[in-house]
């Protein structure tokens, strides 16, 4: 989907109270986010931005553009070179296009291993009935947010709606998780495209070329 600069200054708010110096901050991203046009921010990735910033970045995608990672997030085998390794993950409109629906637990799973105690998960996702429809299949809203936060070691940051998707903050304080039966009764099934962590691939690039 793509960072908007409101985007990033949500996530920024949310971190910088915890982490108010981001050199040497290990960072994942799940997709290897594009950066909408904006005249106060010249990077076109999420990688250059946050790089920029200080934090050692790693993108994943099947697609492997640009210096991401090759990785299925319905895969735990893909992930276990990084048990509690990051302080900031990113999930921003990709984890709602993993496939199968099984493996919607999995990735939220590979989300949370990944995670350091103490770490902050950041993601963004489909709000069930303000988010387009055909967007995807898979939907949420804050009662799915609130029920993966209550059954997990997670303490609550912070949520919020902007251009249609929710944003919405945890930070690490264990290794509970939630189970895959309690996080899937809450996931809203919808008609839509089926696809990897991105059905645009190479193509999403082109589309979000800054203006010039």
Same mark, same amino acid.
């Given at each position: ?21 981001? &050199?040497?901050?290990?960072? +994942?991203?799940? /997709?290897?986010?594009? =950066? ?7 990077? !076109? ?64 799973? &590979?989300?949370?291993?990944? +995670?350091?105690? /103490?770490?902050?998960? =950041? ?7 303000? !988010? ?81």
């Amino acid at each position: 989907m793509g960072y908007k600069p409101s985007y990033l200054n949500w996530m920024n708010e949310q971190i910088n109270p915890i982490y108010p110096n981001a &050199n040497g901050l290990k960072m +994942l991203e799940l /997709g290897n986010q594009v =950066i909408r046009p904006d005249k106060q921010i010249h990077e !076109t990735t999420g990688k250059a931005y946050f790089t920029r910033l200080g934090y050692e970045h790693t993108s994943v995608d099947l697609n492997g553009l640009d210096g991401a990672l090759v990785k299925d997030l319905s895969k735990l085998e893909d992930f276990t070179e990084f048990k509690n390794y990051f302080d900031v993950i990113t999930n921003a409109g990709t984890i709602e296009h993993v496939e199968p629906y099984e493996s919607q637990h999995t990735a939220f799973l &590979n989300v949370h291993n990944s +995670l350091k105690i /103490g770490g902050i998960a =950041i993601h963004i996702g489909p709000e069930l009935g303000v !988010t387009k429809p055909g967007h995807c299949q898979y939907y949420y809203d804050i009662p799915f947010w609130d029920n993966m936060t209550n059954h997990s070691d997670y303490t609550f940051l912070g949520t919020t709606l902007l251009s249609r998707w929710r944003l919405y903050a945890v930070r690490k304080t264990g290794d509970k998780f939630i189970d895959a039966d309690q996080l899937h009764s809450k996931i809203h099934r919808m008609k839509g495209p089926k696809g990897g962590m991105y059905i645009d691939g190479k193509d999403k690039k082109a589309k979000n070329k800054l203006k010039t």
